[in-house]
Each structure stands twice: as C-alpha cells, then as structure tokens.
C-alpha cells in the first residue's frame, strides 16, 4: 500500500468505533425517549465527554439505563481511540506520513526509472548495483527494510495497480520482478504491461515450468536462476580466472556496464571502419560485438570492419565512459 493508504488503515478502526458509538448512542435516544436528532447527538456528546452540560432530553428508567449502557461502553472504547490517535503521532506515524508524501511527489519527477519489486537477498544486490552504477530506482516490497532508506521507495503490495502507479510504472523504462514466488512475477508482469505496454520487464524466474508462461504474457526477459548458478559453478571450472576478474569489477568501486550505440542514429559514421570511429581512444569503451540487421552477432570486430546502416554497437565500460558517447558523436 503507499504511505497515503497506510496512515488510513491505522487510524480507520479508531474513528470507525467512534462513528459507531456516536450512532448508536444518537439511534437511542431517538428510539427510546423520541427525541429528535440533534437533541440525540448532543445527548450522546455529553454522555461520552461527561462535560456535564444540561440534559436536553427527560430521560425516563429505560433512557437512564441506556445512558449508562453508553457511558461504560464509551468509556472504554473513546479511550481505545484516543490511545491509537495518541500513538499514532507519539511513535513518529505523523512524521512517517509526511516522509511517505515528500518521498511520492520525488518519485513523480522521475523519468524513465527503473523500478525493482521484491526487496529481498536478489532484489536489494539488483538496486544497490543499479544505483552505483548511476541509475534511478525505485523498490518496492510489502515488508520494509531500513536498506530501503538508501533508495527511493514505496511501501505495499507490488501487483497492486495503485502501488505500481505511486512507484511511477508509467513513465519508468525497466521492471523487474524480483518476488519470492513465480505466480507472484507473473501475476506482476501482467499488470505492469497493462499500465504501461512500453516497459520493459525482467522476471527471476525459480522453477522452469515457469518460463513459458512469463514468455505467454510477455515478459521481455527472464532470469532462470538455477541456470544462471549452474553456468557459474561451471565457469569457474572452465574459466576461473575470467570469473574471478568479473567479481573484482562488480564487488569494487568500478562496475562494467554493457551499453548499445545504434548506428542508424548516426548517418555520418555509416561506410567508416571502427579504426575511423576510434572510440576506444576517444572513450575508453571495448567494443565487444556487433549486432547485424538480420539479428546476427560478430564477435570481437576486426578494426577495418565497416559500419552498416542497421548495425548496433554492444560496447563494455564504466558509466562514465559509456557518458563520453555523446562527446563521439556530437
């Protein structure tokens, strides 16, 4: 739920037993001594404040055993209300609340965000690894961890229309659906592609009898995660120190991210070599492959390779790096 309907819910049954107790005091005394509304509310205000104020209505032996009926009833139940209003502002809710609003209208002024849902051991190392790598994120989880502290945040149920749209689902560019269970990623994919069927989503998927229904409502990738650990295990069998250099990248201060470069975008390079483009020199930035128009991909370009016009550069470096692009080509 967000921080809006969070407040509600703590202080909904307090004012909810004050509502009934007014009315069935009101009720009554209407019933019993014929008195007309106001005259009932009124009688029932002072009954329940006992401020003494002149009786309004001659109550009769069955009025009298009402009001002290209502009295020892009220009694009780005021003071339950006024010690929840009470712990409500004593226990800092007023200042969670107010925190809860500046924390909603700063989500609102994000644009194309990225917003991780599930903050668990999966969920909190994705958005830590996303923030340092200068990206907005944005969690999402029905528990709160004080990590959440270090990003922006909403508080409720993740395949709950209201939540995602507090989370800013429809301006944001990346999902990820990080929940502990399948049908929980799936049931969130659905509604996030109905808010918004331009974003992308990414789904953790545990069991593989799982993938093809993510793949049936449209989830754009999806992350086996024991497929993922066994090629790990097997990696560092086959190539251990590739996977020990990869660990020191992304557990230190530098964090490789891969990063695509459309050709299309920039006519003036079509028909140049990358020896000409020489972005290596001017960025830092390896050029680990290239993707063909026909979805074909080559490896490790030669430097005499010829740019085409459907061609997109998959380049490997730092975020700083991948920001000196721009520098490239305008």
Excluded at 124 to 146: C, H, M, N, Q, R
Excluded at 194 to 209: F, H, M, Q, T, Y
Excluded at 281 to 289: D, E, F, H, Q, S
């Amino acid at each position: 739920m967000t921080f809006r309907k969070k407040i509600l819910s703590v202080l909904y049954i307090p004012f909810l037993v004050l509502f009934v107790i007014l009315s069935v005091g009101t009720a009554g005394y209407i019933l019993l001594e014929k008195a007309s509304f106001l005259d009932s509310l009124y009688m029932t205000v002072i009954t329940l404040t006992t401020v003494g104020f002149r009786e309004v209505v001659n109550l009769d032996s069955k009025g009298k055993v009402f009001t002290i009926f209502l009295i020892l009833m009220g009694m009780g139940l005021i003071g339950y209300t006024i010690s929840s209003v009470s712990a409500f502002f004593v226990e800092g809710g007023l200042k969670e609340f107010m925190k809860g609003r500046r924390m909603e209208k700063e989500i609102k002024k994000l644009k194309s965000h990225i917003i991780v849902c599930g903050f668990g051991e999966s969920g909190s190392k994705i958005a830590e690894i996303l923030k340092k790598s200068g990206k907005d994120v944005v969690v999402v989880d029905s528990t709160y961890f004080p990590a959440m502290e270090n990003h922006y945040h909403i508080i409720g149920d993740a395949t709950d229309d209201e939540t995602l749209k507090a989370a800013g689902l429809k301006k944001a560019s990346f999902l990820v659906a990080a929940l502990p269970s399948d049908s929980d990623n799936i049931f969130l994919s659905i509604t996030a592609k109905a808010l918004n069927k331009g974003i992308k989503v990414i789904a953790k998927a545990k069991d593989n009898r799982s993938i093809k229904k993510m793949k049936l409502v449209g989830v754009d990738e999806i992350v086996y995660l024991f497929d993922i650990t066994a090629r790990r295990i097997a990696n560092l069998i086959i190539s251990p120190h590739f996977v020990n250099m990869v660990d020191v990248f992304s557990e230190g201060n530098v964090y490789l991210e891969i990063a695509e470069i459309d050709i299309s975008k920039y006519p003036d390079y079509i028909g140049k070599t990358i020896a000409q483009l020489n972005l290596k020199r001017k960025t830092g930035l390896l050029i680990v492959a290239i993707k063909k128009g026909n979805g074909s991909l080559k490896f490790n370009p030669d430097s005499d390779y010829v740019f085409e016009e459907k061609d997109v550069l998959l380049v490997m470096g730092t975020r700083e790096q991948i920001e000196r692009v721009n520098n490239v080509f305008f």
